[in-house]
């Protein structure tokens, strides 16, 4: 599977901005699907994902309740909906996907086999 992510810009504190991941591939609806970011000098951070059985979807604490992560089977794409955004969420965000991940390597992103080129997120205050 193919992904590409977009949706990035620069956003005031307080603002919103939705990312997609646009995939292309067969069999979608049956990839675990994460979101991932880097800040300038940190590491690569879990930000949230969406389980492809079932649908379940998980948060990074840092995000929880701010961010919203869905999916559309039918269009292949999945969304992260940034809220209520911090200076310190500016970062890449990178989607990820594969298939047949157990709930406990979601968060890891060397369980990811397929990645998108990055999107690049700042927050200004």
């Known amino acids: 599977v193919q992904l590409q992510a977009s949706g990035g810009g620069l956003v005031q504190a307080g603002g919103s901005l939705r990312l997609s991941c646009a995939a292309s591939?067969?069999?979608?609806?049956?990839?675990?699907v994460a979101w991932f970011r880097q800040a300038p000098g940190k590491e690569r951070e879990f930000v949230a994902a969406?389980?492809?059985?079932?649908?379940?979807?998980y948060y990074a604490d840092s995000t929880k309740g701010r961010f919203t992560i869905s999916r559309d089977n039918a269009r292949n794409t999945v969304y992260l909906q940034l809220s209520s955004l911090k200076v310190e969420d500016t970062a890449v965000y990178f989607c990820?996907?594969?298939?047949?991940?157990?709930?406990?390597?979601?968060?890891?992103?060397?369980?990811?086999?397929?990645w998108g080129q990055g999107t690049l997120v700042t927050v200004s205050s």
């Open positions: 990820v996907a594969n298939q047949r991940l157990i709930q406990s390597r979601i968060p890891l992103d060397t369980n990811y086999g397929y």
């Open positions: 591939g067969r069999a979608f609806s049956t990839y675990s």
């Open positions: 969406t389980r492809g059985s079932g649908g379940s979807t």
